[in-house]
């Protein structure tokens, strides 16, 4: 966080803002690029004025989204929002399909990172020297809507020159029983206490040591 080699991804994925503004505003003001996914997304996509259908979002994080869109201008740092998403009907849908963010219909829900998405986040994360990841980019809990988050762990595993740091519950779930596990720098299984430590810089238990 004090000296990171550039260029400086963060990716932050999973479903409330709130829990997250602070992690989010300390990394825009270090990272290069800051990639959103997962329920996360719909809520920065929602304060943008695009409809979003069903989809998860946080209605009263939509004042939090605007602030950290404005934000993230003013460190010059890019906030990277999904272009297109796999939507489905309910969080079991057997069947799913790609739309772009603006044509997702009143029934349909964003559940997934779209192929173009994909392919951009990919690029970003192929020029990273320095990267961390929290949070999953879609409902992993069915493989329909697993496939942006196992794209995005083995375009990390791939990228043989950066500095990786991947953490919380979701994400560790995500990922657990992957092959390349050792090609991620480090793993934390402190979810809460990682967003911490990033946001603080220090932890009850390390002030303890000192």
């Known amino acids: 966080m004090k000296h990171p080699k550039k260029p400086f991804v963060a990716i932050i994925g999973g479903k409330k803002i709130a829990t997250k503004i602070k992690f989010i505003s300390k990394l825009t003001a270090v990272a290069d690029y800051v990639l959103i996914g997962g329920g996360?997304?719909?809520?920065?996509?929602?304060?943008?004025?695009i409809s979003v259908g069903k989809s998860l979002i946080s209605e009263e994080d939509i004042g939090y989204a605007k602030q950290l869109l404005a934000h993230t201008k003013?460190?010059?740092?890019?906030l990277v929002l999904p272009?297109?998403?796999?939507?489905?009907n309910s969080l079991?849908?057997?069947t799913s399909e790609v739309k772009k963010i603006t044509e997702i219909e009143k029934d349909e829900e964003a559940l997934d990172i779209g192929p173009q998405t994909q392919a951009a986040f990919g690029k970003i994360i192929d020029e990273a020297n320095t990267l961390v990841w929290n949070g999953p980019v879609g409902y992993m809990e069915?493989?329909?809507?697993?496939?942006?988050?196992?794209?995005?762990y083995y375009s990390i595993t791939n990228n043989t020159h950066v500095t990786s740091v991947v953490g919380g519950g979701d994400t560790l779930s995500?990922?657990?029983?992957?092959?390349?596990?050792?090609k991620i720098t480090h793993i934390s299984t402190g979810g809460g206490a990682m967003l911490e430590f990033i946001e603080n810089g220090t932890l009850p238990g390390i002030e303890a040591l000192n």
């Open 40 to 49: 996360l997304a719909n809520t920065f996509i929602q304060a943008e004025g």
């Open 74 to 78: 003013k460190e010059n740092t890019q």
């Open 83 to 88: 272009t297109d998403v796999i939507v489905g």
């Open 92 to 94: 079991e849908s057997t």
């Open 142 to 152: 069915n493989q329909e809507f697993n496939r942006g988050t196992d794209f995005l």
């Open 174 to 182: 995500a990922i657990s029983k992957k092959e390349y596990l050792d």
